[in-house]
T-cell receptor
Framework: KNQVEQSPQSLIILEGKNCTLQCNYTVSPFSNLRWYKQDTGRGPVSLTIMTFSENTKSNGRYTATLDADTKQSSLHITASQLSDSASYICVVRARYGGATNKLIFGTGTLLAVQP | DVKVTQSSRYLVKRTGEKVFLECVQDMDHENMFWYRQDPGLGLRLIYFSYDVKMKEKGDIPEGYSVSREKKERFSLILESASTNQTSMYLC???????????????FGEGSRLTVL
C-alpha cells in the first residue's frame, strides 16, 4: 500500500534554532517528492521538489534531502524564524503516467517556533 | 502573481442544505482538484478534473459532485450537507503532467465549512 509517514507529528523549537522534519514513504513507482508549507488558515505552498536523481536541494533556509534507496526524505530548517511556524506536508507522486498521476499526502508536521 | 481563488472562506450550513463551493484559477491550468483536510487525516482527494466537462472520482467522492463548465472554474457541490462533511475544503490546480515542475499544486486559501 502506498503510504507517506511524517515525523514528528508536532515540534516546538526556539527562534534561531535548527530543526529537521522526516518523511518516509512506501510509494512505488516513485516520480517525485514535494514539501509544502501550510500557514494556519491558508492553503499549502510548495517549498521544494525532489526527483529520483536528486539528493539535496535548498530553498533559502530550507534544505530538503532525498534517499531513494531507503525511501526517506528530510526537510532541514536553519536559523528558524517565527514565520516558519506552520504545518509542513510531504507529498509523493507515483509515476503512473498521464495527467492523473497519484499523489500521496503525509499528515504533516506542525512546527511552532517560539521567541 | 498566480492565483487560485475560493469563493467563500467560511460557511455555516444546516443539515440537508445544498452547498456550492466555487474555485477559480487564473493560470490556464488543465488540472483542477478538490480536497478536504481534517486533523490527523491530511488532505484527501474528493474529485479532480483534467479538462472542461471532464471529472474523475478521487478517494472520497461519496456525498459530493463537481462541475467544470469552463477551464478556469471548478465547483464542488454537496447535494445534502451532513455533519460529517464539516471540514476545510481546499481547491488546487496544476499544469498537465510533463515538464520539470510536473505536478506542483497551487492551492486556494481554503473554505471552512461547518454543518450544523
Amino acid at each position: 500500500k502506498n503510504q507517506v509517514e511524517q515525523s514528528p507529528q508536532s515540534l516546538i523549537i526556539l527562534e534561531g534554532k535548527n530543526c529537521t522534519l522526516q518523511c518516509n514513504y512506501t510509494v512505488s513507482p516513485f516520480s517525485n517528492l514535494r514539501w509544502y508549507k501550510q500557514d494556519t488558515g491558508r492553503g499549502p505552498v510548495s517549498l521544494t521538489i525532489m526527483t529520483f536523481s536528486e539528493n539535496t536541494k535548498s530553498n533559502g533556509r530550507y534544505t530538503a534531502t532525498l534517499d531513494a534507496d531507503t525511501k526517506q526524505s528530510s526537510l532541514h530548517i536553519t536559523a528558524s524564524q517565527l514565520s516558519d511556524s506552520a504545518s509542513y506536508i510531504c507529498v509523493v507522486r507515483a509515476r503512473y503516467g498521464g495527467a492523473t498521476n497519484k499523489l500521496i499526502f503525509g499528515t504533516g508536521t506542525l512546527l511552532a517556533v517560539q521567541p | 502573481d498566480v492565483k487560485v481563488t475560493q469563493s467563500s472562506r467560511y460557511l455555516v450550513k444546516r443539515t440537508g442544505e445544498k452547498v456550492f463551493l466555487e474555485c477559480v484559477q487564473d493560470m490556464d491550468h488543465e488540472n483542477m482538484f478538490w480536497y478536504r483536510q481534517d486533523p490527523g487525516l491530511g488532505l484527501r482527494l474528493i474529485y479532480f478534473s483534467y479538462d472542461v466537462k471532464m471529472k474523475e472520482k478521487g478517494d472520497i467522492p461519496e456525498g459530493y459532485s463537481v462541475s467544470r463548465e469552463k477551464k478556469e472554474r471548478f465547483s464542488l457541490i454537496l447535494e445534502s450537507a451532513s455533519t460529517n462533511q464539516t471540514s476545510m475544503y481546499l481547491c488546487a490546480s496544476s499544469r498537465l503532467a510533463g515538464g520539470p515542475n510536473t505536478g506542483e499544486l497551487f492551492f486556494g486559501e481554503g473554505s471552512r465549512l461547518t454543518v450544523l
